[in-house]
């Protein structure tokens, strides 16, 4: 359970602010009563979740490069946040394979410059940096990942997101709390593949399911037979949230890699979730299969979230099915012309709700 009381008036920066991710995140601590910055590149889609939620109202928005190190100085110089979740990112495997360098560059320096400025500036308690569950290396073994396992990476992507977390922990050991008594606490958190209303990213299966939906035509799908852990964006960022209070309460114990995925049954292959959103559609929507060639991706992928359910207190709370009606039914509020910023707080006091009932 994420607790508001907690939130209250906590100044926090998000980089990353535009996305997806971010700007779900943004709103639920908007609605928690904190104080919030964002610090990203203007949104990376066209339309995009900050602007059709009016993320921008309820927060301070600042549109710089994460590796700018001068304006980030600035932004934390001026808006001195105790808490920092990074997830500025070039955040797609098939544009990884298009901008090799740039990928590093965002997400390895990127992070750098991040862990950097927030040791110059001081005052935060705690940072928690997003990375990937394909920071792993992949064993295509049907194996669930636990924290300890390999780093690795088999496309420029996820490598970078495995050399973030190296980053990370070289922080946390040389400037991390222990080294000094003002040092933030560091915990780098590695979510499955996160779905929900308002992604519209190139090359991700719940945006192309609902473009190709919305404009008539059949779901083309690249690989119906991948696993994926898949999750409403809501479950991951609830993680964060209590990592991050337990960080600044508890201090040491929860720094390290934390792993936030769904239900174990809830790794399931393209193809299933394909059939699910096409039937929760209706208005006959079909799928074909999008033979290639295609780039490599990862057979099979799963995360063991055993650390964060015993040390943490966390647990997914929706399953896919309910993940997945959440998300369709958000697309259908944007094609019915709804206020799309009620629709997302709609969403999380239904998630809040559920997730307060599983603890009673
Ligand atoms: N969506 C998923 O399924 C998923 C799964 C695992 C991990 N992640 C990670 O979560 C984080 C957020 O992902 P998302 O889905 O919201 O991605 P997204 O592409 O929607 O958002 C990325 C954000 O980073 C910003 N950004 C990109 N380059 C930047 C730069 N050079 N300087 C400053 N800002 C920059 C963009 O403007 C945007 O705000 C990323 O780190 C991503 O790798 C996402």
Redesign the pocket.
């Known amino acids: 359970m994420v607790n508001p009381t907690f939130w209250r008036d906590k100044k926090v920066l998000i980089?990353?602010?535009?996305?997806?991710?971010?700007?779900w995140l943004s709103l639920w601590l908007q609605s928690a009563g904190a104080h919030v910055t964002g610090?990203?590149?203007?949104?990376?889609?066209s339309p995009?979740l900050?602007e059709q939620a009016n993320v921008g109202q309820g927060m301070q928005s600042v549109i710089?490069?994460?590796?700018?190190a001068e304006h980030l100085k600035q932004t934390m110089d001026r808006y001195r946040p105790g808490i920092v979740f990074?997830?500025?990112?070039?955040?797609?495997v098939r544009r990884g394979y298009q901008h090799p360098v740039a990928t590093f560059?965002?997400?390895v320096v990127?992070t750098a410059c991040l862990l950097e400025a927030v040791r110059q500036a001081g005052g935060v308690n705690a940072v928690v940096v997003?990375?990937?569950?394909?920071c792993y290396q992949n064993t295509e073994n049907s194996v669930a990942y636990k924290e300890a396992d390999v780093l690795g990476g088999n496309d420029p992507?996820s490598s970078s997101?495995a050399c973030a977390e190296l980053v990370v922990a070289a922080y946390r050991s040389s400037f991390g709390n222990g080294s000094s008594t003002q040092a933030p606490e560091m915990a780098s958190v590695?979510?499955?593949?996160?779905?929900g209303g308002g992604?519209w990213?190139e090359d991700?299966l719940l945006p192309d399911i609902m473009r190709a939906i919305m404009e008539g035509r059949p779901v083309a799908i690249r690989n119906p037979h991948a696993i994926r852990p898949w999750q409403h964006?809501l479950e991951?960022l609830g993680g964060y949230l209590l990592l991050a209070e337990r960080l600044c309460r508890e201090g040491g114990k929860f720094a390290g890699a934390w792993n936030f995925g769904p239900f174990a049954q809830d790794a399931e292959p393209v193809e299933a979730v394909v059939r699910q959103v096409v039937a929760l559609w209706g208005d006959g929507a079909s799928w074909v299969l999008d033979a290639g060639p295609h780039p490599h991706e990862s057979k099979v992928l799963k995360l063991d979230c055993t650390k964060a359910q015993e040390h943490l207190g966390w647990k997914p709370c929706w399953r896919l099915e309910q993940a997945l009606e959440a998300t369709v039914s958000w697309y259908k509020a944007y094609l019915g012309g709804q206020n799309l910023r009620d629709v997302v707080l709609e969403q999380l006091a239904s998630y809040q709700s559920k997730a307060l009932s599983a603890v009673r």
Request: glycine content about 12%.
């Open positions: 980089t990353g602010h535009t996305g997806f991710k971010g700007a610090y990203s590149l203007a949104p990376p889609t995009n900050f710089g490069d994460i590796r700018d990074h997830l500025a990112a070039q955040a797609l560059d965002v997400n990127g997003v990375t990937s569950d394909k992507y997101k590695r979510a499955g593949n996160v779905i992604d990213a991700r964006v991951p």
